[in-house]
């Protein structure tokens, strides 16, 4: 058995493999060439003209769309992990350094993003209160002001609580990413560097949830993964994980398939897959700390 | 085995396919398959009685649910025979795992239907299942590469459906892997050996044609 030769079969099997990685399509082919002129840092280019062109009528939204609402989010993300970092919050050696590596990431994907936006990024201002966010989830979103009254009002002064905020906004930007796939498809550039961000989002969701759990306390039996329809025992996040609990997959019923015992159970059905949000679901949750 | 034929292919001027190469031939590297054949025989021995038979997404899920199988079957073994000093912590959440695996290869078997590839038989003769060092390197391998599969392969699914299925597995399987890579070593959830100066996961970042 060689999986190597399945995957030649494939490429036997499937003509069109090839033309899908190499698409004789004019204008995609102008889309892939000039992503491999460029280096992956410097696209300081028009690229929502170029992808506007690839699908025509027919985008539900444009990709530069797509890439501000990324952008908004990792500014909050940075802006978080930024404070966190600077505040006299005392976490332990460990936990500051992974608070670290999740800072630079974050950091890194709002540069990647104004870099491939370039003029067309909004602007980190335009955010909050003139740039500020209301991390404990109580900016007022008529009269953009941060109260500083939310239901996190601990999240800078409280290990667990940044924590617990850590774990949401991680678990909310993985479900935003995997939401917008579908906007992205078939653009080869725009859609690898969004899984890339994406999966990296889930690794620090992963790393996130082994800290609360090694914390123990209320997060002690957090799992690296999302267990069922909201398992951060706070009430005030439900709707940042608003149909997790989903075991329908495409047309299979994941908890009627076999298992190793007995079928799927329905916390492993919920665990193996993670479910998207929509922009709009995602807006109405994160507003409250000041994304416009 | 022959696999070092496909691995020269992991520069920069990787041929066209060879997205897919790349992951089989980090899977073979770390000797989970018995690599029987000569690499120049691509074609499937027809007493292997493999046949894709299936074009499109359906080749790609494929080749997904190959992928899926192996992780299974890993974790499986894993499982029935924990490595010395296990914690109770570590066989509850590798327990975990292998369910989650089972519940892909289940549902990308279940998917596919008449177009699946036929169940695989995985040979981990070379990893030694007591060993906890070598358990866990292997199934980071597994897991980044199953990363890095699904990122690649991505912006080749035509079908939104499919697509987005593949992205609720990959964020899985990233939580697997920083899990694998904190075990190993603390603190390495996504260090830059495989983050790259953008944030992005390093081993796929923009392919060069």
């Known amino acids: 058995m060689n999986l190597l030769n399945i995957i030649e079969e494939i490429n036997i099997a499937d003509p069109e493999f090839q033309d899908r990685i190499s698409p004789r399509r004019a204008v995609i082919k102008n889309i892939t060439s000039f992503g491999s002129k460029v280096a992956v840092a410097a696209l300081p280019m028009a690229f929502s003209t170029l992808f506007k062109k690839a699908y025509g009528q027919t985008a539900p939204l444009t990709v530069s769309d797509v890439l501000n609402y990324a952008l908004k989010l990792e500014y909050l993300e940075a ?48 955010q909050g209160m003139n740039g500020t966010y209301d991390f404990t989830g109580g900016f007022n979103t008529t009269t953009n002001i941060v109260t500083g009254t939310g239901p996190f009002s601990t999240v800078l002064t409280d290990i667990d609580t940044y924590f617990a905020v850590a774990q949401v906004f991680e678990d909310t930007g993985v479900r935003a990413y995997k939401g917008q796939a579908r906007n992205l498809l078939g ?64 047309p299979v019923t994941i908890t009627n398939l076999p298992g190793v015992s007995g079928n799927v159970s329905v916390n492993a059905a919920t665990e193996a897959f993670t479910e998207p949000l929509t922009m709009t679901q995602v807006v109405a949750l994160v507003n409250i700390f000041g994304v416009r | 085995m022959k696999t070092e034929t496909h691995i020269e292919q992991q520069g920069p001027v990787m041929a ?29 021995m027809p007493n292997t009685g493999i046949d894709i038979g299936a074009k499109g997404d359906l080749a790609i899920l494929n080749y ?27 066989t509850a959440l590798l327990t975990d795992i292998r369910d989650h695996e089972v519940a892909h290869r289940e549902f990308f078997k279940a998917a596919l239907g008449s177009n699946a590839i036929q169940a695989l038989t995985p040979d981990f003769s070379s990893i030694d299942f007591s060993n906890r060092t070598k358990v866990l390197t292997a199934a980071q391998a597994f897991e980044d590469t199953g990363v890095s599969a699904y990122n690649g392969a991505g912006y080749l699914i035509k079908d939104a459906t499919y697509l987005t299925l593949a992205g609720k597995i990959v964020s899985v399987e990233a939580r697997h892997s920083a ?31």
Not at chain 1, 101 to 115: C, D, M, P, R, S
Not at chain 2, 24 to 41: H, P
Not at chain 2, 71 to 89: C, R
Request: aromatic share 8%.
């Open chain 1, 79 to 126: 802006a978080f992990y930024n404070a966190g970092v600077a505040s006299a919050l005392s976490f332990s050696t460990a936990e500051k350094a992974a608070l670290v590596t999740i800072q630079t990431h974050e950091n890194a994907h709002v540069n990647f993003l104004k870099g491939v936006l370039g003029i067309n990024a909004v602007a980190q201002t335009s």
């Open chain 1, 187 to 250: 653009n080869h550039t725009v859609s690898t560097a969004a899984l890339n961000i994406h999966s990296v989002e889930a690794r620090h969701a992963s790393a996130i949830r082994q800290i609360r759990r090694a914390r123990g306390g209320a997060g002690a039996t957090t799992k690296p993964w999302i267990t069922g329809a909201n398992d951060t025992g706070i009430a005030a996040v439900n709707g940042n994980y608003a149909g997790e609990d989903n075991v329908v997959q495409g």
């Open chain 2, 179 to 209: 899990y694998m890579r904190n075990l190993i070593t603390a603190g390495s959830f996504a260090d830059n050996t495989i983050i790259d100066a953008n944030g992005m996961y390093k081993a796929q970042t923009i392919p060069q044609y």
């Open chain 2, 16 to 44: 066209r396919r060879s997205f897919l190469r790349y992951a089989g031939a980090g899977i073979a590297g770390v000797g989970l398959l018995t690599a029987t054949s000569c690499v120049k025989d691509h074609r499937v």
């Open chain 2, 64 to 90: 997904a649910y190959a992928l899926e199988q192996l992780e299974a079957a890993f974790y499986i073994q894993v499982a029935a025979t924990p490595y010395s000093g296990i914690t109770a912590a570590e």
